[in-house]
């Protein structure tokens, strides 16, 4: 056993194969309890709060202490129902985290107790193995302690339709939001007048309708001359105004007004404080209900008057008229590319326990693991703790998993 030849080099060191169960108690080995408070184990407990070992006539208490340090293992012994002092017997610990290689915790005497010399740090979720030694003889225990573990076999995965994929490095985008609407693209508006002045004979759209480039619009009798000559539509586009009828004199003034709404503009507003952050070619990622689309910003428009305020002008395409002039957008515009070294997809974030979560899975087993966060920009989010690049991580319907694992809670609470 790896234990063994490592207590056996280091001496007096217990290999403790420990695994920490908490889908009923969210504990590892035995979290100290507040003073009064009472929970109900489902293993015994010694005097100081801890997991209790048995072999022989030897006791083992083992606790996973967190109050206001960093996480560490403190550890008593009895032999025939007698404390051993500290220097007197030996411990080392293994533990196996879901995913992650064995971690060896040794120990060293301190005070009234033998404390891990190093911090355990997160996830407190694992399979663990101890080993005591003391006057000369080796005492061996295996345990497992989960927390926030649930499984589920890949068939039923793919039902659920529960997905996951690996964890790596991305890009954050640094973003200003700023808010708008849906114009007209000034280019594809078009008011339709007559060449020559005279008496309108036809005039065949009404407002509303759609005409294409090249469909007869008016027919008028021009004064000059009497002959009549047509009007047909220079652009494909909606009739948004008309002013005149049959039978009625053409003039300077329009006929008609035709508005191509294929490609629109967004005018953002944009204030002092941002504006020597905002510059044309960011990209800007606009919103409306659920609907988005991207563009760039092709160029700012101070505007007239004595304004602060400035536009941004971002042309879009719509072929499918979904993004209708006088519409209220916001955008975001990202002004800055950050890489950072791991990301997560924001799907995959749940609060269990009022701690911020992903669930990575290892085969069927899938399990809760609490993140330091760092940037985002509402798609992804930086990780600075708690995963490591390649991890497995659910990011469909990872509220599934949320949503089994406190109902087990439940279950035990019950």
Known sequence: MKLMTILNKIKPWILIHLVICAAATFN???VAQEEGEEEEESFPVG????????????????????????PEFHAWAMYQ?????????????????????????????????????TPIEEPHSFEVELVARYGGRSFEWEFESFEGRVEIDAEMAEIVGIGARRATAGIIHQTVLLYGRITPDPQQIRNISARFPGIIESIGPRIGDTVRRGDLLASIEANDSLRTYEIRSPINGLVIERQANPGEYAGDGALLTLANYENVWASLSVFQND??????????????????????IEYLNPGKGLSMQIAAIVPLSNPD??????????????????EVPLVIDNRALQEVGGERVVFIQVGDIYEARELKLGRTD????????????????????????????EKSLAADDD
């Open 81 to 117: 129902d007698s404390t051993i002092a500290p220097e007197g017997w030996q411990l080392a610990a293994e533990l196996s985290r879901l995913g992650d290689p064995e971690e060896t915790i040794s120990f060293a005497p301190n005070g009234e107790f033998l404390v891990s010399t």
């Open 28 to 30: 590892l080995i035995a």
């Open 275 to 296: 504006v020597l952050r905002i510059k044309p070619g960011q990209i800007a990622t606009l919103r409306m209900g659920e609907n988005s689309i991207a563009s760039e």
């Open 47 to 70: 005097e100081h709060g801890g997991r209790l070992l048995m072999s022989e006539d030897l006791q083992v208490e083992i606790l996973l202490y967190d109050r206001g340090i960093a």
């Open 321 to 338: 008229l979904m993004w209708v002039p006088g519409l209220l957008v916001e955008a975001d515009i990202t002004i800055a590319e950050i």
């Open 378 to 405: 509402g798609r992804l989010t930086e990780v600075l703790g708690g995963l490591d690049e390649g991890d497995h991580y659910v990011v469909e319907n990872s509220y599934l998993l949320k949503a089994d694992l």
